[in-house]
């Protein structure tokens, strides 16, 4: 029941607004690679309860927050990865759409709103980004970002896109005959499910009209219209609101099985399996095809609809299922299958959705029960199911007894055996745990004016639990549940601090109500400047690029400025010195113009005693302008390097040309660094420096002379042209390269063809190396077209003397003239080799 606002008086006010000890909390855990305290200090809210698995789980989703977090460019700012790599099938830095509807929920949270703002942006606005390749509901998404951090012109600004991009999903997948939308499960983020393996193809022959994507969609329209109400925009508000009633009484009428009394898929065409089975069009599962007439074929994904709020009263008996273990309920569950279902598998390989345990549906689950708990009246299942659910999903996240996730888990083990790949799946980004902690646990319910509604589920056992400094419409919020008021010591119940200052309270624990100051964006504290970070380059620009004194195999001087950042050997996203024969090794960043930093930000590694890479004794920080170097001098008293933390230095607001950073190294070991950053103003679009100047070989169309040809292209778009464009990507995405994949032969070559006879005597090869069926050459040359006949050139100095993937390998030798000339490589075993880019130089 609702209790009343409380005279502000009857609750002694909080000292200074925090009630937790920030520091002892974060101490208190032991699994922290990054171990940036004060980053979390900053930004996150805390939080505890009596549960312990709960909370060891809540801050490991933070820390895999900062695992994620990736500065895509100064004009975009920040993404979210998906995976520790950047597949092939991302987008522009490594972000992928299944995913951002949890993710952007998540990062809601930080105290900077510039984190969510930018990825929601990101979307419409950065070229390569894909947010209609997998489902996704970002207009829901932007509008939930907007009631944690209201900002008129920036989410009524992103309406035009917002709208074409609903248009274009209705354009390629709207079903006329049933006014819903199609989706196949592989696009639904579910490759191999019970309905895709009744086709002939079993990860994407399945375009079933899914209560998912529609209930996406339905939220989709429904955020529309709030966000056009928001700009006046009456006509486009209503236009959405009439697909959203039209999308949510087609899901209501046609996806709903009353005899099964859940939510299914509905076939959009006949589809034919293997054996010669057909399901036919606008069935249900198990309406037709092999099974026809079996009870079964509940999945979890019919649960997403509450997710959402959709359904109108009278459907929630399908939840009497999801606690049941005849159904979805699992020691590390639930299942994405219902137990029973003559299709339910368990298996070892990745992307098997017919019974393995799934985060990304858990969120959406937990996130549908506690909708269900807080919005409708019904007993099929109680505020206990939640608890008992959330600490399921908590003790999952686990591995070799450490905090972990990745794509999927067995129901029965809690194993991740199989869907964990190494250097890609491992503290997997695809799914949500601190939002269900702020919206369910507690109970914060955003909403679009200055109401603030506290509807908590947490344990009626529970003796305590806080959740301190939560950014919410321009105010910092602290909800606090203490039995009888001996542990946080600021009175007894359940209780509301708005900026320090009491606002309500309760002496049990049910929903509180509170009012809040009228929100005014004039009165928030004006915005720090907008710095950028001038070291990333993750578009293969000519410049910023990086150089070091030693670069140790397994390692590259790209991976600082990729715009993130991993403290842990796998993934593998560093630079080290390891195997260098000095006692100091330096790294430094070219700009290629001139550019002013305010500071310089050094990711510092320690993989511990032993391992050969620990932090540096000390780092010397040196400005460039034109050739000369100059040594910083700064009247910062900076820490001593240490590791899983940044090293942060303070330089003189002057233009300069380049930053390096010389490490001197702690004993025997050697140092290292997964991210170099440098930050200062610049005005915005952001202007590029020019292309390296004398590269004979540089082509960025790709016609005429110098002409680009190869002994064998991959047949993935790994064309020559593409060495030659002037962009430098290491990254397995955007792909810019050749290579000889698939060539099948112990050497191949690549060449440039010049329109007449050319001076030379430098050659530059980014080799690029993704660990697998492409990997730096076993060995390399350069030959030069002489006469009639292709001679190795003499006297050629290469640096480093061994090809190196993923950086720089330049070859000087004494000036030759020629028509044509090649590199030749040598593959390295069965692997084959590739480039980013080829320059040439006269000298």
């Known amino acids: 029941m609702w209790r009343s606002l409380l005279v502000l008086a009857l609750v002694p006010a909080c000292l200074n607004g925090q009630i937790l000890d920030k520091q002892a909390l974060l101490a208190k855990q032991s699994f922290w690679a990054n171990k940036d305290f004060e980053w979390y200090k900053k930004n996150i809210p805390f939080f505890e309860c009596p549960d312990e698995e709960i909370n060891t789980t809540y801050y490991y989703r933070w820390e895999l927050v900062t695992k994620h977090l990736t500065y895509g460019s100064p004009d975009t700012g920040y993404v979210f990865t998906e995976f520790a790599n950047r597949p092939f099938w991302s987008g522009a830095y490594g972000a992928i759409s299944c995913p951002s509807g949890h993710q952007i929920n998540e990062v809601r949270w930080l105290k900077d709103p510039r984190y969510v703002r930018d990825f929601t942006r990101y979307w419409f606005k950065t070229p390569g980004a894909e947010p209609r390749k997998y489902s996704s509901w970002l207009a829901e998404s932007t509008w939930a970002a907007h009631l944690v951090h209201p900002d008129k012109a920036f989410t009524t600004g992103l309406l035009p896109d917002l709208v074409k991009s609903y248009e274009e999903w209705s354009k390629r997948q709207w079903v006329a005959e049933k006014s819903l939308f199609w989706q196949s499960g592989h696009d639904d983020g579910m490759e191999y499910n019970i309905n895709s ?200 996240h686990r591995k070799n007894g450490k905090p972990y996730i990745a794509e999927g888990l067995n129901p029965d083990t809690g194993s991740w055996e199989g869907h964990d790949a190494q250097d890609h799946s491992e503290n997997y980004f695809h799914s949500g745990f601190t939002d269900l902690i702020i919206t369910g646990l507690v109970g914060i319910k955003p909403m679009d004016d200055e109401n603030l509604v506290i509807d908590p589920l947490a344990s009626s056992k529970w003796d305590y639990f806080a959740l301190d400094e939560v950014p919410y419409r321009g105010h910092l919020l602290s909800i606090l549940w203490d039995r009888d008021g001996s542990r946080y010591h600021k009175g007894k119940g359940l209780q509301i601090f708005v900026d320090g200052q009491a606002a309500a309270q309760s002496d049990e624990l049910h929903k509180l109500t509170a009012r809040l100051p009228e929100f005014d964006a004039s009165k928030t504290p004006m915005p720090r400047p907008l710095l950028v970070n001038h070291a990333v380059n993750n578009d293969g620009n000519a410049f910023p690029r990086f150089s070091a004194s030693f670069t140790a195999e397994g390692s590259a001087t790209s991976k600082l400025g990729d715009g993130g950042y991993s403290y842990e050997v796998h993934p593998a996203d560093r630079w080290t010195s390891a195997g260098s024969k000095s006692e100091s090794d330096w790294v430094a960043v070219d700009f290629g113009m001139p550019r002013t930093a305010s500071h310089v930000k050094l990711y510092v590694l320690d993989d511990g005693a032993g391992s050969g890479i620990t932090a540096p004794a000390s780092i010397d920080i040196e400005t460039r302008t034109g050739t000369e170097w100059h040594p910083v001098i700064t009247k910062d008293s900076p820490l001593p390097p240490r590791g899983g933390t940044p090293y942060v230095l303070s330089l003189p607001e002057n233009p300069i040309e380049g930053i390096r950073a010389t490490l001197h190294h702690s004993g025997m070991s050697r140092s290292g660094l997964t991210e170099f950053e440098a930050w200062g103003p610049s005005p915005l679009p952001y202007p590029l420096a020019p292309p390296s100047p004398g590269n004979l070989a540089f082509n960025p169309r790709g016609e005429g002379f110098p002409k680009a040809s190869a002994s064998f292209s991959d047949r993935f778009g790994g064309a020559p042209t593409k060495a030659f464009d002037g962009k430098v990507v290491f990254d397995p995405n955007p792909m810019n390269r050749w290579t000889s994949y698939e060539s099948g032969k112990p050497t191949d070559w690549l060449e440039l063809e010049f329109e007449k006879e050319t001076k030379m005597g430098r050659v530059t090869l980014d080799i690029y190396d993704d660990k697998g069926g492409v990997q730096a050459p076993a060995a390399y040359t350069i030959e030069t077209w002489q006469g009639d006949k292709w ?53």
């Open 791 to 843: 001679t190795e050139v003499a006297g050629q100095k290469k640096e480093p003397e061994k090809p190196l993937g993923g950086a720089t390998n330049t070859v000087t030798f004494p000036q030759v003239s020629t028509k044509k000339v090649r590199v030749v490589f040598t593959n390295r075993g069965q692997a084959k080799s590739g480039v980013t880019e080829m320059g040439v130089f006269a000298e």
């Open 197 to 396: 393996r009744q086709s002939k193809d079993i990860v994407r022959g399945e375009r079933g009209l899914r209560p998912s994507f529609n209930t996406y969609m339905w939220a989709d329209a429904q955020s529309i219209a709030r966000i056009a109400d928001l700009a006046g925009d009456t006509k486009t508000a209503a236009d959405y609101r009439t697909k959203a009633d039209s999308l949510k009484k087609q899901v209501q009428t046609l996806l709903w099985d009353p005899k099964r009394e859940f939510f299914f898929p509905m076939a959009s065409r006949d589809e034919t399996d293997a054996e010669g089975n057909v399901v036919k069009a606008f069935t249900l599962t198990y309406q037709s095809g092999k099974h026809a007439g079996d009870i079964h074929g509940r999945e979890e994904h019919g649960y997403v609809p509450w997710a959402f709020n959709l359904p109108d009263p009278g459907f929630e008996a399908a939840w009497k299922f999801l606690m049941d273990g005849d159904y979805f309920k699992a020691p590390f569950g639930p299942t994405t299958v219902e137990r029973y279902d003559p299709m339910f598998a368990l298996k070892n390989t990745c992307c098997w959705w017919s019974g393995q345990s799934w985060p990304f549906a858990t969120t959406q689950t937990l996130k549908g029960l506690a909708n269900l708990l807080q919005n409708y009246d019904q007993k099929a299942v109680s505020r206990d199911d939640y608890n008992t659910l959330l600490h399921t999903y908590a003790i999952s």
